[in-house]
Nanobody, 123 residues
């Protein structure tokens, strides 16, 4: 079992930045690929970014490519999402998740989920 706890959300103006963190505990952190997903009210949970267990590969949704950066520190059991040039359409609850697949954009491949942190971008 892996427990995931997100932090770092908040209210920011458009074009601002936020850094989300996801602290993991439980089973060996390095056994899992990790991802960020987001869900706005009334919408489905969407893929944002994912990183392989070794940090060697990262993938991004087209909507965040060039603005967001996913990274992980396996020594600290922590996943990060640096979000720059934020837009109002980035407003959502952001979730980190863990997968036994090397890397995936598909929510169904993720078996561990955090509770989410709210990001609100004002125009």
């Amino acid at each position: 079992q892996v427990q995931l706890l997100e932090s770092g959300g908040g209210l920011v103006q458009a074009e601002g930045s936020l850094r989300l963190s996801c602290a993991a505990s439980g089973r060996t952190f390095t056994n899992y690929a990790l991802g960020w997903f987001r869900q706005a009210p009334g919408k489905e949970r969407d893929f944002v970014a994912a990183i392989s267990w070794d940090g060697g590969r990262a993938v991004y949704a087209d909507s965040v490519k060039g603005r967001f950066t996913i990274s992980r520190d396996n020594a600290k059991n922590t996943l990060y999402l640096q979000m720059n040039s934020l837009k109002p359409e980035d407003t959502a609850s952001y979730y980190c998740a863990g997968s036994s697949v090397y890397i995936s954009t598909y929510p169904g491949h993720y078996i561990y989920w955090g509770q989410g942190t709210q990001v609100t971008v004002s125009s």
